[in-house]
């Protein structure tokens, strides 16, 4: 039996850790941005300050939360009954110690988002890929179905805003599940658990989703088995089976039976062998994706983008969805209609260059976040098996940007053997994060071009980003297919190379 809901279980109030004003230092991030506008939509009165403005900042001070672009502790006001910090914004920034001097509460994104999902029916997506597109594609799919949830991405996803609201990573829902086996029960709110710094282990959600689970972040953990026993803690967060508490967890690549291990909650698996509780088919010529669920078919659907790891993504919403009580065809209509999550396999649009003859094909191009070993190679796989550029006598072009040393470093090896289906790579500088003067010098974009050319790929090392779009002017083919990789900036060189041509690149902007 589920746990009976409480009795204000419907009613918006504020976050009784948070305060009615809580103030948020960087509110123009993602993840910060939109957690403003759920706690606005909780009856609070938010405030908050960011380094400059940006089209997020404008579109809160149109909802009517003030932003400032001063960050000095001036800027904290006098009534204010917390602080938020972003991850920009350091424990002895100036404004973090005029809140601790003045006795006000201090917290990081992750812990103001767990205080909220503490109030609300969560479902935290965890794993080392896969984590933004999954719930973009719940949430997209559960307003479908009519469970009106509230969503936090950590990307850009159009379909989640309001009518006459500009794009963003936000959706704010009902205050009560309106149906569906948690019905009544606080509103249903989806979020990313990142393992970054282990700040998942701050949420609290009710049904968790473990997606996969690799060595990442080896700066932090320091080994495989220290993440693995991070995303077993993670789990250990849910609740009872007898309160509701759900783990869906990939079948394979999950070390689900680590993670698993002496869990309360109910465990499912999702994956393409028969043995997982929730099989995932998927016809990749016709990107078609099938659910079975103990030999017995629940449901189809048609995604937009290809691959195996977006089907397996998809899967994993409609698992989570169908557990909440969402009727199947609804699941199927809500995912068939996704159109995706920016910088997620995203078709940036078709080029054709002046010097290619008059109605040769032109060059493709997309953008993808992908910046690990994995996420490359399955990103590449698709883009290979789906638009086969070799039929129109091209080839697979990636312009990748390194992110951190740590990874790069760490990682190497693995990243060489990632791009194996490119046929050629271009690597700008690494985009160092968090990164000090010393460990820069520990690895750098030539070292990986090195590993490629003994694997034999075509690889070079260009920058800045201008010189890359003016090489790419030069060597792309009719029939090509170019993709742009990586969490930093380098998704400027797309949407520039499409652009060029018609103004002056070098003044456009994509310096580094």
């Keep these: 039996m589920l746990r009976a809901p409480e009795a204000d279980a419907g009613t918006n109030h504020a976050d009784p850790a948070l305060g009615p004003r809580p103030y948020l230092a ?3 991030g993602c993840g910060m941005s939109a957690l403003a506008r759920l ?12 380094t400059t403005p940006s089209p997020v900042t404008e579109s809160l001070l149109a909802s009517g939360i003030p932003v400032s672009f001063q960050q000095t502790p001036a800027d904290l006001p006098e009534d204010a009954s917390s602080l938020v910090c972003s991850a920009a914004i350091p424990a002895g920034h100036p404004v973090a110690v005029a809140a601790t001097n003045k006795g006000l509460a201090v917290f990081s994104y992750a812990e103001a988002l767990g205080s909220l999902m503490g109030n609300a029916t969560g479902i935290a997506v965890a794993g080392t890929h896969g984590k933004s597109t999954t719930v973009g ?3 997209v799919m559960l307003a479908h179905a009519g469970l009106d949830p509230s969503v936090i991405v950590g990307a850009t996803c159009a379909q989640l805003a309001a009518p006459g609201e500009p794009s ?3 959706r704010v829902g009902a205050p009560s599940v309106p149906s569906g086996h ?3 029960r606080p509103g249903l709110l989806l979020a990313e658990a990142c393992e970054f710094n282990r700040s998942f282990h701050n949420l609290r959600p009710t049904i968790g989703a473990i997606t996969c689970v690799e060595a990442d972040h080896l700066d932090i953990y320091g080994s495989l088995d220290a993440v693995v026993e991070a995303f077993h803690e993670f789990a250990k967060l849910l609740p009872s089976a007898e309160a509701g508490g759900k783990l869906i967890i990939a079948h394979d690549g999950a070390h689900r039976r680590e993670i698993t291990g002496g869990l309360k909650a109910e465990v499912q698996t999702v994956g393409f062998a028969p043995a997982a509780d929730w099989q995932v088919t998927y016809d990749s010529a016709h990107r078609r994706v099938g659910l079975i669920n103990n030999g017995h078919p629940v449901a189809h659907w048609t995604l937009t983008t290809p691959g195996d790891h977006m089907a397996m993504n998809s899967a994993f919403a409609a698992v989570v969805a169908l557990n909440l009580g969402a009727p199947p065809a609804l699941v199927a209509e809500g995912l068939t209609q996704f159109k995706g999550v920016d910088r997620r396999l995203q078709l940036i649009g078709d080029k054709h260059l002046p010097h290619h003859p008059p109605g040769a094909p032109p060059v493709r191009v997309y953008d993808d976040y992908g910046h690990h070993p994995t996420e490359i190679d399955e990103t590449l796989r698709a883009l290979r098996e789906y638009e086969q550029p070799e039929q129109h006598g091209g080839r697979l072009i990636c312009v990748f940007q390194p992110h951190q040393h740590s990874r790069t470093r760490f990682l190497l090896d693995e990243f060489a053997q990632s791009f194996s289906r490119a046929d050629v790579v271009i690597v700008p500088h ?7 003067e010393i460990e820069k010098t520990k690895v750098s974009a030539a070292d990986l071009v090195d590993r490629l050319r003994k694997r034999s790929v075509q690889a070079m090392h260009l920058y800045p980003f201008d010189a890359i779009v003016e090489q790419l002017q030069n060597i792309c083919r009719p029939g090509d297919l170019l993709v742009v990789m990586g969490a930093g900036p380098v998704w400027k060189i797309a949407h520039e190379f499409m652009h060029a041509g ?3 690149v070098a003044n456009g902007g994509v310096h580094q």
């Design 168 to 170: 963003s990573g936000c």
């Design 182 to 184: 948690y019905a009544r």
């Design 26 to 28: 960087g509110i123009g």
């Design 137 to 139: 594609m719940l949430g």
């Design 39 to 50: 706690l606005a939509a909780r009856g609070c009165a938010v405030t908050g300050s960011d």
């Design 502 to 504: 018609m103004h002056d």
């Design 430 to 436: 690494i985009y160092f994060v968090r990164d000090s």
